[in-house]
């Protein structure tokens, strides 16, 4: 299709695409290219979400379980994502192995969406509930509706933002909850991202693995992209967007 629109000279063979999956530079390429899709919903987006999901692989990995049997459990990835909770596009994303804990990816994320949105919540549930995850948020001039696990107190916090957002999960509940509750938007970026691209990753390295599952946000943010402009009227000029991002750069 591509070929027959002249958006391509000639089709390449599979793999083509497969051996620069296997590039480690195009990792970079990657990520910069899913921020600067999200760009053009700048004026919509003012709120998001952070979640985290696995990718299963084709490599199995041998471990113990705990009746002592060695049994094989597949590997997995994870990305963790920060995404608009309007138009769900993706504003920012890390890719890790399964294991990695989400708090860890949290700053990288909430750092990255800052310098092209303004933001003014960031949602996320008990998993990112840590004076960190907090202070990271406000830092940011954004409102933290992160929930408290049952083990924590104001006592020990050392932080304002732990202490007001404390103090307003427990007295206004309700209030809290119809915030935090937009959170579930992070868990249907995953759900469209699987349900049209698989949750299943078909190559067979960790390099080519983590830049699959970037393949696979960035074309969720086209297809969020060509949605809104249709539904919202958004322009998209990736020429004049390149433009703006160059001199951004280049200013002082």
């Known amino acids: 299709m591509a070929e027959q629109l002249e958006y391509l000279g000639h089709t390449p063979h599979f793999n083509t695409i497969l051996k620069y999956l296997n590039k480690p530079e195009l990792r970079t390429i990657l990520n910069s290219l899913i921020e600067f899709t999200a760009i053009p919903l700048k004026q919509l987006e003012d709120k998001f979400a952070v979640d985290s999901s696995g990718f ?56 990255s969406t800052s310098k092209r949105f303004q933001m003014k919540e960031v949602l996320a549930d008990k998993a990112y509930s840590s004076r960190k995850c907090l202070s990271i948020v406000s830092d940011h001039g954004a409102i933290p509706y992160i929930p408290f696990k049952k083990s924590a107190t104001k006592r020990a916090a050392t932080s304002g933002i732990w202490r007001a957002m404390f103090h307003y999960f427990n007295d206004y509940r309700e209030e809290f909850l119809e915030h935090y509750h937009l959170r579930s938007n992070a868990e249907s970026v995953f759900s469209m991202m699987k349900r049209k691209q698989s949750l299943h990753l078909r190559s067979k390295n960790d390099i080519a693995q983590f830049n699959e599952i970037l393949c696979k946000a960035l074309v969720h943010n086209i297809r969020v992209l060509i949605q809104e402009m249709f539904e919202s009227g958004i322009t998209v000029d990736f020429e004049a967007l390149a433009e703006d991002e160059l001199m951004c750069k280049t200013l002082p």
């Open 56 to 111: 299963t692989t084709s490599v199995f990995a041998r471990w113990s379980a705990v009746n002592q049997r060695n049994e094989e459990k597949r590997q997995w990835k994870k990305a963790h994502v920060m995404s608009g909770v309007r138009t769900n596009v993706i504003t920012s994303i890390e890719v890790t192995d399964g294991n990695a804990h989400d708090t860890t990816m949290f700053p990288k994320l909430v750092e």
